[in-house]
């Protein structure tokens, strides 16, 4: 669960009848989107390539490295993550206001979007399926200790969780805590290290 | 209003499942269900808002038992119905019968970019002092309204703190009352309220869980 697989599997277990239906109801409605001069099918495959090929959980592994590696870089993020997070060039859809939140030795930080799936497009791409589901959803602000239980995460008994519900248009990313030991590590190599699941808050490095 | 969208706390769901080999798109109609809705979007024959509202009021049955993108393809359906954009009998038919509406903005490859580049940022400048400050105590509203909401039920009726504000910020509930652009825009203050898990979750629940909320200001009241 470290990245986005570009590997389209259609060998998934899935009812294939019922995605058929919606091939077919989908293409129907782009056609007849184009015939009526709403959609330009150049700039659909233009929005897909984009979200498949160039944003994604890589930009957020620059932003999360760069300030691990430069104080006032990470200072300038917390204070005003949407400015900080521009400068790198990572602006627009589902990121337009961006708020970082720090994790530190008392508190982890954990994002959900209880009302729908809002999540930070610009700095992590596309939610996966379980950040969309109902599942998730459901029990992220209930009993987030036994959510991270399923994703493998203990954390100590005594550490503080805070849940950000995504309720308005403000997007948030995790800052992991730097590992130990990677003093010595290129800020290229640091984002190498930062995984989609650690900007979720669902995942330690 | 009090949609089956609004899930924060709602049990019997399951554990969150992972897929073992993750993939953006499980089939091409997601992908092309995704990137319409965009497109579409980017028409200004609706806004944010209004495309939240129209999914969340889908069915009951239907929201909980559509994937994703099915959710998506049936709210974006419903939009393009409400404004006479396409006719039933088009759909079905997946052909153009009624001559087109005229629509705001037509993406094409070249402005795709810029498009998504700029994004639609709801923040606005607003004139009137913050009722609230950083630290304050708050409750968020016992309220159920019939239209457009982005207050969870979960949070209602609870005290929170306040932790930060956002500046002014487009209201979801009036952003939906007009359903053709111009549409009708309040803005108000934002703030993130935090709220202790077991404020919300009973006194037997996890006191080391805290959870913040999104809340426009008349989601909120000041706390004697």
């Known amino acids: 669960m470290t990245g986005h697989s570009h590997d389209h599997d259609h060998s998934h277990d899935h009812d294939h009848s019922i995605l058929s239906e919606m091939e077919v109801r989908v293409r129907a409605l782009e056609t007849l989107l184009a015939q009526k001069g709403y959609i330009n099918p150049a700039a659909i495959d233009r929005i897909i390539e984009t979200y498949e090929k160039e944003v994604g959980p890589h930009n957020g592994a620059q932003v999360v490295a760069k300030a691990w590696a430069e104080p006032d870089f990470k200072a300038w993020l917390i204070q005003d993550a949407t400015a900080a997070i521009a400068s790198l060039g990572f602006t627009g859809r589902q990121g337009e206001h961006m708020v970082v939140v720090e994790n530190t030795p008392d508190q982890h930080n954990m994002v959900v979007c209880t009302l729908c799936s809002c999540y930070p497009w610009t700095v992590l791409g596309l939610p996966p399926v379980w950040y969309k589901s109902a599942a998730y959803r459901s029990r992220a602000v209930l009993e987030p200790r036994k959510v991270l239980a399923d994703f493998g995460v203990p954390l100590p008994e005594n550490t503080r969780i805070r849940v950000w519900d995504s309720t308005a248009e403000v997007r948030y990313l995790v800052l992991p805590k730097r590992p130990h030991g990677t003093d010595h590590l290129s800020t290229t190599e640091l984002a190498g290290l930062v995984t989609r699941d650690a900007m979720i808050g669902t995942a330690l490095i | ?224």
Not at chain 2, 64 to 76: A, D, F, M, V
Not at chain 2, 149 to 174: K, N, W
Not at chain 2, 183 to 193: G, M, P, R
Not at chain 2, 203 to 213: G, I, K, N
């Open chain 2, 1 to 224: 209003m009090n949609g089956v969208h609004d899930m924060g706390g709602q049990q019997g769901f399951g554990p969150v499942l992972f897929e073992e080999v993750e993939a953006l798109f499980h089939a091409d109609w997601e992908s092309r269900a995704m990137a319409m809705t965009v497109a579409m979007g980017a028409s200004g024959q609706w806004n944010i808002d209004l495309s939240r509202s129209a999914r969340e009021s889908l069915p009951p049955a239907v929201y909980l038992s559509s994937s994703y993108y099915e959710i998506w393809i049936r709210g974006l359906e419903k939009l393009l119905l409400e404004r006479n954009m396409v006719t039933q009998a088009e759909l079905s038919a997946g052909q153009l019968i009624a001559p087109p509406v005229k629509v705001n903005k037509v993406l094409t490859r070249d402005t795709v970019d810029a498009a998504l580049k700029a994004g639609s940022p709801t923040k606005r400048p607003i004139s009137q002092p913050a009722l609230f400050k950083v630290g304050q105590k708050v409750r968020a509203l016992n309220m159920h309204p019939q239209g457009h909401t982005r207050l969870p039920r979960y949070a209602r009726g609870h005290e929170g703190t306040i932790v930060s504000l956002h500046g002014g910020h487009v209201l979801p509930d009036q952003h939906t009352l007009r359903a053709l652009p111009p549409f009708n825009v309040v803005v108000e203050w934002l703030y993130t309220v935090v709220f202790d898990g077991p404020t919300l979750w009973g006194a037997d629940s996890d006191p080391t869980v805290e959870v913040t909320v999104d809340a426009w200001e008349s989601y909120l009241e000041a706390v004697a």
